[in-house]
T-cell receptor, first 117, second 115 residues
């Protein structure tokens, strides 16, 4: 089955620093990947849609200069949280859709727990 | 505006019973309705999904019922087991002419199966 690997699983950083999170599709190609954020005991909120070779599309209220997304290949998308602050502490999860494979299928990574101190 | 409303927020079911979680959506462009199971600290895992051209889909102990006219869909877990204790999310998305939309999630249901 389709597998999405997300790294790191946990990261603690100091306020003001930047953190990069990687999302890889291991056994399929994905022209589109999605980034979600989930606060404790809450639902997943779509942050942005990452398209291979083009600019990401951000949801309303998500700062594109703070959450930099790069989708350089059909198997890798990265999310960089720049100048992180404690309020950015959250669970970040990516998902990917296979190209030409099962339609409508979204496979999720295992998530990254970001703690900003 | 919440596009997918999920209920109940929490649910306790006895082992062997039927767990039922309901969702309602507003956007008529939605045409894909999955259910996800999430354990603490993990990403969501797809349980079962349905498209609006069918009214019911069953996979093992999991069944989705879909009512297009009412814009509602539900998850039924038969013979619920303690290992089913988790948070369940319904979701929806639209797929239009080559585009690819992200999922809109419900707020989740915390399910506890009592042994």
């Amino acid at each position: 089955g389709a597998v999405v690997s997300q790294h790191p699983s946990r990261v603690i950083c100091k306020s003001g620093t930047s953190v990069k999170i990687e999302c890889r599709s291991l056994d399929f190609q994905a022209t589109t990947m999605f980034w979600y954020r989930q606060f404790p005991k809450q639902s997943l909120m779509l942050m942005a849609t990452s398209n291979e070779g083009s600019k990401a599309t951000y949801e309303q209220g998500v700062e594109k200069d703070k959450f930099l997304i790069n989708h350089a290949s059909l198997t890798l998308s990265t999310l960089t949280v720049t100048s992180a602050h404690p309020e950015d502490s959250s669970f970040y999860i990516c998902s990917a859709r296979p190209v030409g494979g099962i339609p409508y299928g979204y496979t999720f990574g295992s998530g990254t727990r970001l703690t900003v101190v | 505006q919440q596009q997918v409303k999920q209920s109940p927020q929490s649910l306790i079911v006895q082992k062997g019973g039927i767990s039922i979680i309901n969702c309602a959506y507003e956007n008529t462009a939605f045409d894909y309705f999955p259910w996800y199971q999430q354990f603490p600290g993990k990403g969501p895992a797809l349980l079962i999904a349905i498209r609006p051209d069918v009214s019911e889909k069953k996979e093992g102990r999991f069944t989705i019922s879909f009512n297009k006219s009412a814009k509602q869909f539900s998850l039924h877990i038969m013979d619920s087991q303690p290992g089913d204790s988790a948070t369940y999310f319904c979701a929806a998305s639209s797929y239009s002419g080559g585009g690819a939309d992200g999922l809109t999630f419900g707020k989740g249901t915390h399910l506890i199966i009592q042994p």
